[in-house]
């Protein structure tokens, strides 16, 4: 049987909402006394303008189909923090603007009777969709796979699913940790079998199992999971799929070959981080081989180095794109979700490729999101000696989209990096240097959501080190300052952007939207994304800078910054059955 063509993707994925590790085989925590409380008021203060999040209560993850993609999220209907779970369903034109409809499943069958945990789509090569998920069986955690299929094929909307009764598809054997086993991948076809992946661990051992089919019904497991690595516990939501070698398009999930590279990314649940690594899938062994010399494990590389969780890429058939989503929790308390009504958000959607080096992922927001661009204001050659702030002024700063390009005269003033620096985290230098220190070549960048005597800020910004053999870049997104605010979560998020300094440029993109701001280093070498919560920089009061620190002048090559007006976001759509997408 030939590979399938025309195999389209969309993924869809299990968000878990977590403040803490407590050792629970799941990392769901739960808080019955708030889970089911109604919200009659929904604070606006820090909820996000043109990010995707629901009216209220708490969310949680996407598919192509018939002119129409589709958003499935783990969400809770009758309160804003995690439990009660259904699959919320949202649908789009542009990804950009979205409708709700009706949850496309929730717990009615005896397989899934106390949980529909999270899991993906994959559209068949005769244009059918099906859907694999967890299902939670019993009392005990009991995690197996299940399949949902559609009840109106001719309804591009998809508002109907039927879960059959020969579910569920996967059960976990004895050598399976059956309380950690979740979170099945998009379905690929090799050698006619179909191929899911399913998170787990077996002691601290991290683990994606296989499972082959030939007719999407029955599962076996393979000998050998496809990957596993020592010491780096439960793999939540994995990501298989192959990346071209050249150029930016996306790939169908089947596709393998030359000039075909595959990335695997899983999500940590002891850390709360996700990693990815780039190498060599062989469907003959069932096996997939990292490239040599690549991190696998938590220090590996990163889609986003800052609040990012449970991510999903799917592949976008009608622009030949791979696009990815993750979800961002709140760093606030419990309580002060359920005070405000909401909590979660989704980042902006991005592109994702191989960067031409191949060593890895570049990712950049859908070209969808400059629709929603409105006033613009520039700066050029603006100089910055040390200690300098220039205000971007006439836009609206707490909700905006920048895009500047930074350029030095000399890389001489470079700080030395520190050997000691080599076996911390991105994120511990960052903590150690900040955004105030003065050094040689940085810090510099934006400061965002600022209060007008800079009471709180969010710095992002670069630092430029000097070290034995090359230069090293880190990108900070330092949300110590962000709020006056007690009980907040307000760490220094920080990557190295691996990036060549010939030009002496660097250029950085910032989605600034209320609570969040989503970085973007060097082209998307290196994304960041923060939840923050000022008490004072919000609305007309946030203010956008361009700052230096450093001894060597900067000079803001270019700068463009748009005020963003709002999407339509999650407007009911009413009973019109069938009919076509509509085109207003």
Same mark, same amino acid.
């Given at each position: 049987?030939?590979?399938?063509?025309?195999?389209?993707?969309?993924?869809?994925?299990?968000?878990?909402?977590?403040?803490?590790?407590?050792?629970?085989?799941?990392?769901?925590?739960?808080?019955?006394?708030?889970?089911?409380?109604?919200?009659?008021?929904?604070?606006?203060?820090?909820?996000?303008?043109?990010?995707?999040?629901?009216?209220?209560?708490?969310?949680?993850?996407?598919?192509?189909?018939?002119?129409?993609?589709?958003?499935?999220?783990?969400?809770?209907?009758?309160?804003?923090?995690?439990?009660?779970?259904?699959?919320?369903?949202?649908?789009?034109?542009?990804?950009?603007?979205?409708?709700?409809?009706?949850?496309?499943?929730?717990?009615?069958?005896?397989?899934?009777?106390?949980?529909?945990?999270?899991?993906?789509?994959?559209?068949?090569?005769?244009?059918?969709?099906?859907?694999?998920?967890?299902?939670?069986?019993?009392?005990?955690?009991?995690?197996?796979?299940?399949?949902?299929?559609?009840?109106?094929?001719?309804?591009?909307?998809?508002?109907?699913?039927?879960?059959?009764?020969?579910?569920?598809?996967?059960?976990?054997?004895?050598?399976?940790?059956?309380?950690?086993?979740?979170?099945?991948?998009?379905?690929?076809?090799?050698?006619?079998?179909?191929?899911?992946?399913?998170?787990?661990?077996?002691?601290?051992?991290?683990?994606?199992?296989?499972?082959?089919?030939?007719?999407?019904?029955?599962?076996?497991?393979?000998?050998?999971?496809?990957?596993?690595?020592?010491?780096?516990?439960?793999?939540?939501?994995?990501?298989?799929?192959?990346?071209?070698?050249?150029?930016?398009?996306?790939?169908?999930?089947?596709?393998?070959?030359?000039?075909?590279?595959?990335?695997?990314?899983?999500?940590?649940?002891?850390?709360?981080?996700?990693?990815?690594?780039?190498?060599?899938?062989?469907?003959?062994?069932?096996?997939?081989?990292?490239?040599?010399?690549?991190?696998?494990?938590?220090?590996?590389?990163?889609?986003?180095?800052?609040?990012?969780?449970?991510?999903?890429?799917?592949?976008?058939?009608?622009?030949?794109?791979?696009?990815?989503?993750?979800?961002?929790?709140?760093?606030?308390?419990?309580?002060?979700?359920?005070?405000?009504?909401?909590?979660?958000?989704?980042?902006?959607?991005?592109?994702?490729?191989?960067?031409?080096?191949?060593?890895?992922?570049?990712?950049?927001?859908?070209?969808?999101?400059?629709?929603?661009?409105?006033?613009?204001?520039?700066?050029?050659?603006?100089?910055?000696?040390?200690?300098?702030?220039?205000?971007? =002024?006439?836009?609206? $700063?707490?909700?905006? !989209? +920048? %895009?500047? *390009?930074?350029?030095?005269? @000399? &890389?001489?003033?470079?700080?030395?990096?520190?050997?000691?620096?080599?076996?911390?985290?991105?994120?511990?230098?960052?903590?150690?240097?900040?955004?105030?220190?003065?050094?040689?070549?940085?810090?510099?960048?934006?400061?965002?959501?600022?209060?007008?005597?800079?009471?709180?800020?969010?710095?992002?910004?670069?630092?430029?080190?000097?070290?034995?053999?090359?230069?090293?870049?880190?990108?900070?997104?330092?949300?110590?300052?962000?709020?006056?605010?007690?009980?907040?979560? =307000?760490?220094?998020? $920080?990557?190295?952007? !691996? +990036? %060549?300094? *010939?030009?002496?440029?660097? @250029? &950085?993109?910032?989605?600034?939207?209320?609570?969040?701001?989503?970085?973007?280093?060097?082209?998307?070498?290196?994304?960041?994304?923060?939840?923050?919560?000022?008490?004072?920089?919000?609305?007309?009061?946030?203010?956008?800078?361009?700052?230096?620190?450093?001894?060597?002048?900067?000079?803001?090559?270019?700068?463009?910054?748009?005020?963003?007006?709002?999407?339509?976001?999650?407007?009911?759509?009413?009973?019109?059955?069938?009919?076509?997408?509509?085109?207003?």
């Amino acid at each position: 049987m030939a590979m399938p063509n025309t195999l389209s993707v969309l993924a869809l994925f299990a968000l878990f909402f977590v403040l803490s590790n407590n050792g629970a085989e799941a990392s769901h925590k739960i808080y019955p006394q708030f889970q089911t409380l109604s919200v009659e008021n929904v604070n606006q203060v820090h909820r996000t303008g043109y990010h995707f999040q629901p009216p209220r209560n708490w969310i949680n993850a996407p598919m192509y189909y018939k002119g129409l993609y589709h958003l499935f999220y783990q969400y809770n209907p009758k309160g804003a923090v995690w439990g009660n779970i259904v699959w919320a369903h949202s649908v789009s034109k542009d990804l950009i603007n979205w409708e709700s409809l009706e949850p496309a499943l929730y717990p009615s069958k005896w397989f899934d009777n106390y949980g529909c945990w999270s899991g993906s789509a994959t559209i068949l090569p005769n244009g059918e969709p099906v859907i694999f998920y967890t299902g939670i069986a019993d009392k005990n955690n009991s995690q197996i796979q299940n399949y949902a299929v559609p009840a109106n094929l001719s309804d591009p909307y998809l508002r109907e699913w039927v879960k059959p009764d020969d579910n569920p598809i996967v059960n976990p054997d004895v050598s399976v940790n059956g309380s950690a086993f979740r979170d099945p991948t998009t379905a690929w076809w090799a050698d006619g079998h179909w191929r899911i992946l399913i998170g787990s661990r077996r002691n601290h051992v991290g683990v994606a199992y296989l499972y082959r089919s030939r007719d999407l019904k029955k599962w076996a497991k393979t000998k050998y999971p496809l990957h596993s690595v020592q010491g780096t516990g439960m793999w939540e939501c994995p990501d298989f799929f192959p990346v071209s070698s050249f150029g930016e398009n996306g790939l169908d999930p089947s596709v393998n070959g030359q000039n075909v590279k595959h990335a695997l990314k899983v999500s940590l649940d002891l850390t709360r981080y996700e990693y990815y690594t780039l190498g060599t899938y062989d469907n003959k062994k069932e096996k997939y081989f990292p490239d040599e010399g690549l991190v696998d494990g938590w220090a590996g590389l990163r889609l986003d180095y800052g609040n990012f969780y449970a991510s999903k890429t799917f592949f976008d058939p009608s622009t030949n794109r791979r696009i990815l989503w993750g979800w961002a929790n709140e760093s606030d308390a419990v309580q002060q979700d359920t005070n405000k009504g909401w909590a979660g958000i989704l980042s902006i959607p991005r592109k994702v490729w191989l960067d031409p080096s191949g060593k890895q992922l570049l990712q950049w927001p859908v070209v969808e999101l400059e629709k929603l661009r409105g006033h613009n204001v520039q700066l050029s050659n603006q100089k910055l000696n040390q200690g300098y702030q220039v205000e971007v =002024k006439g836009i609206t $700063a707490a909700q905006a !989209d +920048v %895009d500047v *390009t930074f350029s030095f005269p @000399s &890389l001489d003033k470079a700080e030395p990096f520190d050997p000691k620096w080599a076996k911390l985290d991105a994120l511990d230098v960052c903590a150690q240097k900040g955004s105030k220190a003065p050094s040689g070549l940085g810090p510099f960048g934006l400061l965002t959501l600022a209060s007008k005597n800079l009471e709180e800020f969010t710095p992002v910004f670069f630092k430029v080190f000097k070290a034995v053999d090359k230069h090293k870049v880190l990108l900070c997104s330092d949300a110590r300052s962000s709020s006056l605010g007690e009980g907040l979560y =307000k760490p220094s998020f $920080a990557g190295f952007v !691996d +990036v %060549d300094l *010939t030009d002496k440029k660097l @250029s &950085l993109r910032s989605l600034i939207d209320h609570s969040v701001v989503e970085s973007f280093g060097a082209g998307g070498r290196t994304a960041i994304t923060s939840r923050v919560y000022p008490t004072i920089a919000v609305f007309e009061k946030a203010h956008l800078y361009v700052f230096n620190n450093g001894s060597e002048t900067i000079t803001v090559e270019n700068l463009n910054a748009w005020s963003m007006n709002l999407p339509v976001m999650n407007v009911p759509i009413k009973n019109r059955g069938g009919e076509s997408p509509r085109n207003e």
